[in-house]
């Protein structure tokens, strides 16, 4: 097992800085061998060790919580069970290496492990995302250097080394896995830029994914979300507000996608708002509205004590009273105008709500709020009419709607056709390269070997040949010269690539 104790070093920005170049040293010797092994191989070990963490989720949910003061203990052991049972078995039948054919164009294709990630982990499910990563990366054969967020360091530190264990002990190489343990800015950012990094999975708060793209390294970065939920005339009132009370009040408000702010069509606002209230919400008055208001953003700056904390000891905090069972906290706001504080992220239990003539009314609301952040984010909607959604997605510059359920757990993948994840691509209305939810097959490039095609690609499209043939999911079995020697053979000069490349 590889050791992560700092290095005794006066100065701690210098020790931080020849920290992160010794993990990038060993992360290369590392990926040298994960690049010899087959995709197999990859997916059996990433499955051991997954299973190996299981069993540890309520410690780590515990211990992350206690370090952090961010979030509730039972949202963060589901955090961490779905991404220890979720994550090896998602991509199951998805070719995330190897060697394949496509019939209709005449390529064999090759795959190639991007060789060292650099992971960023957040404040608000940091070891749920350090599991993800590490399971990502050992599917795809790439060995991985964290840099955590200072708030979580413990509990981040202590589960990248019992991760960095499992995969030895499933007969991975040493340094397959490895933490940054002094996550200073300079450090971090002398990860992202050194050329010995192949690629950055950036997840965090804007500047660093900024800092990401700036590095000079390719990066796959996330932006911050600001979820609007327009419920209209026509929407399921119980079912709506238990949804969006249940969404907001998961790990206490603290998930990119948790809504944070409502617009309430005028002729169901008064009985959403009761149903709220059913549900466990707060709806504030006009007064205890500006009370939370002035505490969670002070002089218009964003207080991050009320990051994941519960909704009572906001509002205790704020001199609003609560039942210490509140489950969020409702506020109104009369006048949304481009610069209300209410219109940013909170990720917290607090909710603006906005009260709206129509869907063209809730679409401006929506559209003040990206002004501030959640662009190619999350939005959602509550609406019988198939036709208003499709209206309200095609509006906005927000790249998941999700119609009648939870935006914390159906942009991921719960109850819609989204694809899992814990990180969520924001395209290029976010500032990100990716629009979609990040998984493994980010980490793999593939090398294509272009055989003679009469009529070449434009031919194989108009005749429809390809995309058929892409639909039914060829399988590199089906081609007789890819025999098991021939196979090997490749993944062994794809190997010498990458180690000519170091």
């Not at 990859?42 to 190996?52: I, L, N, P, T």
């Not at 932006?223 to 609007?228: A, F, I, M, T, Y």
């Not at 603006?352 to 662009?375: E, Y």
Request: glycine content about 8%; aromatic content about 4%; proline content about 5%.
């Amino acid at each position: 097992m590889s050791s992560s104790k700092p290095i005794d070093l006066a100065d701690h920005d210098l020790a931080a800085l020849q920290e992160a170049r010794d993990l990038l040293g060993r992360a290369r010797q590392a990926a040298a061998t994960l690049a010899l092994w087959t995709p197999e191989e990859a997916k059996r070990v990433a499955k051991e060790v997954a299973a190996a963490l299981l069993p540890r989720a309520e410690f780590y949910a515990e211990w992350a919580v206690r370090e952090s003061r961010i979030g509730k203990v039972a949202d963060k052991i589901a955090k961490n069970q779905i991404a220890c049972t979720l994550t090896p078995t998602a991509w199951d039948n998805v070719a995330l290496g190897g060697v394949r054919r496509n019939d209709a164009l005449r390529i064999v294709e090759i795959g190639r492990p991007a060789g060292v990630v650099v992971g960023l982990s957040n404040s608000t499910s940091p070891v749920a995302t350090i599991i993800f990563k590490t399971i990502l990366c050992l599917m795809t054969r790439n060995a991985l250097v964290i840099s955590p967020h200072p708030v979580a360091l413990g509990c981040c530190t202590a589960v990248t080394n019992e991760l960095q264990a499992a995969i030895e002990k499933a007969g991975g190489p040493a340094h397959a896995l490895q933490i940054l343990t002094r996550p200073t800015v300079e450090a971090t950012g002398a990860l992202m830029r050194d050329s010995r990094t192949d690629v950055i999975l950036a997840t965090g708060g804007t500047p660093m994914v900024r800092a990401a793209y700036g590095s000079g390294n390719p990066a796959i970065g996330v932006g911050s979300g600001n979820v609007p939920i327009y419920v209209d005339a026509s929407a399921d009132i119980e079912a709506a507000a238990q949804t969006i009370v249940a969404a907001k009040n998961f790990d206490h408000g603290s998930p990119c996608s948790a809504p944070s702010v409502l617009m309430l069509h005028a002729s169901i606002a008064t009985q959403m708002q009761q149903a709220l209230v059913r549900q466990g919400a707060h709806v504030c008055t006009e007064d205890e509205a500006q009370k939370i208001q002035n505490y969670a953003f002070p002089g218009g700056k964003f207080n991050g004590k009320v990051v994941g904390r519960p909704a009572h000891e906001i509002a205790q905090a704020a001199g609003v009273q609560v039942p210490v069972d509140c489950q969020a906290l409702v506020c109104p706001i009369a006048q949304p105008q481009a610069g209300h504080v209410l219109l940013k992220e909170k990720l917290s239990p607090i909710l603006g709500c906005v009260v709206v003539q129509d869907i063209n009314q809730a679409i401006g609301v929506a559209r003040l709020m990206l002004q501030h952040s959640g662009a190619g984010h999350t939005s959602g909607i509550h609406s019988a009419s198939a036709e208003q959604a499709v209206v309200w997605g095609a509006a906005l510059d927000y790249y998941r709607v999700v119609v009648n359920g939870s935006t914390v757990h159906d942009s991921t993948g719960a109850n819609t056709g989204l694809p899992y994840t814990f990180t969520i691509g924001t395209g290029y209305a976010g500032k990100s390269s990716v629009d979609c939810n990040v998984g493994p097959e980010l980490l793999v490039n593939w090398k294509r070997v272009a055989f003679p095609l009469p009529g070449g690609w434009a031919g194989a499209m108009a005749s429809g040949a390809a995309s058929a043939a892409a639909s039914a999911g060829a399988s590199p079995s089906q081609l007789s010269t890819l025999t098991p020697e021939l196979q090997a053979m490749v993944l062994r000069i794809v190997q010498e690539e990458l180690e000519h490349l170091r």
